[in-house]
């Protein structure tokens, strides 16, 4: 059974940091891009970081380059997003996506809203 388990989300103030998780089962995990999407309410669902399977290329979204990183543990099936200074239009729900050719996965989401 494929699951995606998103943790970390939460309330922060702006120019707070705040670190996502997401854990992988029932796939092979190292074989698989990582990226993680948000929505915010009233908008489309929108790509923020992408991962290569190897964990060496990575692609951000404009609005978050500077202040997010992703990174991977493939050896604990965990995708991670580091989120450095955040700023109230970073509210969203965070969704982690798997994918390798047809497949694709997707987690339930973690809530992330900053106040100013």
């Known amino acids: 059974q494929v699951q995606l388990v998103e943790s970390g989300g939460g309330l922060v103030q702006s120019g707070g940091s705040l670190r996502l998780s997401c854990a992988a089962s029932?796939?092979?995990?190292?074989?698989?891009?990582m990226s993680w999407h948000r929505q915010a309410p009233g908008k489309e669902r929108e790509l923020v970081a992408v991962?290569?399977?190897?964990?060496?290329?990575?692609t951000f979204a404009d609005s978050v380059k500077g202040r997010f990183t992703i990174s991977r543990d493939n050896v604990k099936r965990t995708v991670y997003l580091q989120m450095n200074s955040l700023k109230p239009e970073d509210t969203a729900v965070y969704y982690c996506?798997?994918?390798?050719?047809?497949?694709?996965?997707w987690g339930q989401g973690t809530q992330v809203t900053v106040s100013s």
């Open positions: 991962i290569s399977n190897t964990g060496d290329s990575t």
């Open positions: 029932g796939f092979i995990f190292s074989s698989y891009v």
């Open positions: 996506n798997a994918r390798w050719g047809s497949a694709n996965f």
